[in-house]
């Protein structure tokens, strides 16, 4: 099993473009989550889902959004990129909301 | 508000030390609360999950507290060693759904 992976792994845009980041994993987990980590300020959720089909919003869900076509896969858009939104980000999914199992991350620079 | 706070940010620390990382939370009406530990440049590892009802988990040289009544957790590392070297990370979960994370103890172990 490759657990949760996260395409790309490293990402530079310029201000205003937009891009999706895809995680995906194969162990049938309902609940996916998005993450962003930044210095000094820990794991911060933008958005979740308990299910295919189901999206939420987490702590700092402005700019970005989500879509849950497929169980296995949850996709982070970002419709127009901002240098706030450098940052690395990190997704996660598990079974019952309980214990969550983390992708590598991806690294975003927002120039 | 619901905010997770670990102290100190940073510790290093000889070879063979017993050692204690911190994690306080601000509401004891807590669903569980989690260990991690991270890599430089890497994702996050589950190491331990206590569940509200608990007061510890053991896994190996890792024994996590918890004492809902003062808002504290404590992950204690015995016989501490260099691979032990990474940032720790305290996650609480107050519903179902998601997880408030700290800002971590980065850990260094010296030979």
């Known amino acids: 099993n490759a657990g949760v992976t996260q395409t790309p792994k490293f990402r530079v845009l310029k201000t205003g473009q937009s891009m999706t980041l895809l995680c995906a994993q194969d162990m049938n987990h309902e609940y996916m989550y998005w993450y962003r980590q930044d210095p000094g300020m820990g794991l911060r959720l933008i958005h979740y889902?308990?299910?295919?089909?189901?999206?939420a919003k987490g702590e700092v869900p402005d700019g970005y959004n989500v879509s849950r076509l497929k169980k296995q896969n949850f996709l982070l858009g970002l419709e127009s990129a901002a240098p706030s939104q450098t940052s690395v980000y990190f997704c996660?999914?598990?079974?019952?909301?309980?214990?969550?199992?983390f992708g590598p991350g991806t690294r975003l620079t927002v120039l | 508000k619901q905010e997770v706070t670990q102290i100190p940010a940073a510790l290093s620390v000889p070879e063979g030390e017993n050692l204690v990382l911190n994690c306080s939370f601000t509401d004891s009406a807590i669903y569980n609360l989690q260990w991690f530990r991270q890599d430089p440049g890497k994702g996050l590892t589950s190491l331990l999950l206590i569940q509200s009802s608990q007061r510890e988990q053991t896994s190996g040289r890792l024994n996590a507290s918890l004492d809902k009544s003062s808002g504290r957790s404590t992950l204690y590392i015995a016989a501490s060693q260099p691979g032990d070297s990474a940032t720790y990370l305290c996650?609480?979960?107050?519903?179902?759904?998601?997880?408030?994370f700290g800002t971590g103890t980065r850990l260094q172990v010296f030979p």
């Open positions: 996650a609480v979960r107050w519903d179902t759904d998601k997880l408030i």
């Open positions: 996660a999914s598990s079974s019952s909301g309980v214990k969550q199992f």
């Open positions: 889902s308990v299910g295919e089909g189901t999206t």
